[in-house]
């Protein structure tokens, strides 16, 4: 009976540090790349930043190192930027050490339908990846949502395309 206890205990501790160290692998990829990922909501955009934490950053985790959003915007605060702007991204970027930056934005697209124009507004979200040191986009595309959340299917589409751009990155040190 002590033999059957002591054996369970010793399974579920080796299960326990494998699915420990597999996480540890997902989060320290051998890329070198490191990225913030910022969320921002555009005027009358759906709210993303839950999903956003759910679905898009795991993935991007699996092909860069991904630097707290807090850090980054306690950098911000300190600059007094913006956390969305061009110079924010330069400048609080390096001192976060990040060499990219995923700018996710919920944004409200408005298009023409019929032959009288008709507005019709779609819910949809920009990604934008930033090189830190140049500040030039890498990646940018906006897709849109069948709903004012971000979904699963749609956030696979964004990490594989940021993923497919981080591949290819051969990570540049951030200037000092």
Same mark, same amino acid.
């Given at each position: 009976?002590?033999?059957?206890?002591?054996?369970?205990?010793? %399974?579920?501790?080796?299960? %326990?540090? =494998?699915? $420990?160290?597999?996480?540890?692998?997902?989060?320290?990829?051998?890329?070198?790349?490191?990225v913030v990922i910022v969320v921002s909501k555009g005027p009358g955009g759906p709210d993303i930043s839950a999903s956003v934490k759910k679905y898009i950053e795991p993935g991007i985790a699996k092909h860069a190192q991904v630097i707290?959003?807090?850090?980054?915007?306690?950098?911000?605060?300190?600059?007094? $930027?913006?956390?969305?702007?061009?110079?924010?991204?330069?400048?609080?970027?390096?001192? %976060?050490?990040?060499?990219?930056?995923?700018?996710?934005?919920?944004?409200?697209?408005?298009?023409?339908?019929?032959?009288?124009?008709?507005?019709?507004?779609?819910?949809?979200?920009?990604? =934008?990846?930033?090189?830190?040191?140049?500040?030039?986009?890498?990646?940018?595309?906006?897709?849109?949502?069948?709903?004012?959340?971000?979904?699963?299917?749609?956030?696979?589409?964004?990490?594989?395309? %940021?993923?497919?751009?981080?591949?290819?990155?051969?990570?540049?040190?951030?200037?000092?």
């Amino acid at each position: 009976m002590k033999g059957q206890a002591f054996l369970l205990k010793l %399974v579920a501790l080796v299960s %326990v540090a =494998i699915a $420990f160290s597999a996480g540890e692998v997902r989060a320290a990829p051998s890329t070198g790349n490191k990225v913030v990922i910022v969320v921002s909501k555009g005027p009358g955009g759906p709210d993303i930043s839950a999903s956003v934490k759910k679905y898009i950053e795991p993935g991007i985790a699996k092909h860069a190192q991904v630097i707290p959003f807090e850090k980054y915007l306690g950098v911000c605060r300190a600059r007094g $930027f913006k956390p969305s702007t061009a110079k924010a991204v330069k400048r609080a970027g390096v001192e %976060v050490g990040a060499n990219q930056v995923l700018l996710v934005e919920g944004i409200l697209k408005v298009k023409r339908v019929g032959k009288q124009r008709k507005k019709r507004r779609a819910p949809s979200i920009r990604a =934008i990846l930033l090189d830190v040191k140049t500040g030039k986009a890498l990646y940018a595309k906006v897709y849109g949502l069948q709903a004012p959340t971000l979904k699963r299917g749609v956030a696979g589409v964004v990490v594989k395309g %940021v993923g497919a751009v981080l591949a290819a990155q051969v990570p540049s040190e951030p200037a000092p």
